[in-house]
């Protein structure tokens, strides 16, 4: 059974069926999306219109789009500025913020830092995420829709050690802090850290958000972490084939 619930500004998503649920409260103010392209981040981007519908906080919040892009293949950029075009549309009395971007370069990726801060890559993200909240005083959080990954007896057919590094920082058995903090002192919310792509999966349905992006969105990130030069996903890398997991299809 799927319930969304509220206890003053706490939503509550559960999905009993997957034995998963997860929270999140918003206060007044500017709240930043980090999109991906990906449907982790088209789920909550939508599940935050839900949570200003249902409260009527359409005067209260607005959501301020943003992504890192990376500057030489930016095959996941479109699926995101797409996505916020149609939210736009769909609830046209949520006030929208412009979309704000960060490029960077594949070469910048720091693996040290990634594992050491829980996916802010580098320093250009860090530094994106600090300038945010200094040139936006009404700021009040920066979400990421970050999951953990499927257990172990999933990942491993999927070429995914259990000693990785990218297995352990986001192993789902471990419990992780919804809120972390990059070098510079950026606070990242991520209410859905200590879930998986199936509760994901769950949402999206329980939101009857159309299906359309489960195609028109790019969770690929190439196989041996080569750079993606295909907009059609490779279909062997541990993001396709989570998609694959919760979604159905690659």
């Known amino acids: 059974m799927k319930s969304l619930t509220y206890n003053d500004r706490v939503a509550t998503y559960k999905d ?15 709240v930043a999306m980090a999109l991906s392209g ?53 609830y046209p009395n949520i006030n929208i913020d412009d979309f704000e971007m960060c490029p960077y370069k594949a070469d910048s990726y720091d693996e040290e830092y990634d594992i050491e801060y829980k996916g802010i890559q580098n320093k250009v993200h860090d530094t994106f995420f600090t300038n945010l909240y200094k040139n936006n005083d009404d700021l009040t959080t920066i979400i990421q829709a970050h999951t953990g990954w499927p257990p172990e007896d999933i990942v491993k057919h999927w070429g995914i050690h259990k000693d ?21 002192g950026a606070k990242i919310y991520r209410p859905m850290t200590n879930n998986n792509k199936m509760l ?17 969105t790019f969770s690929c990130t190439a196989p ?8 059609k996903p490779c279909q062997r890398c541990p993001h396709c084939w989570e998609k ?7």
């Open 244 to 250: 694959k997991w919760a979604f159905g299809q690659f």
């Open 200 to 216: 994901v999966a769950s949402l999206f349905k329980f939101l009857n958000i159309d299906n359309k992006y489960i195609t028109e």
């Open 224 to 231: 041996d972490g080569k750079v993606v030069t295909s907009t």
């Open 16 to 30: 009993t069926e997957i034995n998963q649920e997860f929270s999140m409260s918003i206060t007044d103010g500017t």
């Open 38 to 90: 990906g449907l982790d981040s088209t789920t909550f981007m939508f599940f935050i219109c839900r949570y200003i519908i249902d409260l009527k906080l359409e005067n209260k919040i607005k959501i301020k789009p943003v992504m890192s892009v990376e500057i030489e293949t930016s095959h996941d950029l479109y699926p995101a500025l797409n996505l916020v075009d149609d939210i736009s549309l769909k």
């Open 164 to 184: 990785d590094w990218i297995f352990n920082e986001r192993k789902y058995e471990v419990k992780r802090n919804i809120y972390i903090y990059t070098v510079q």
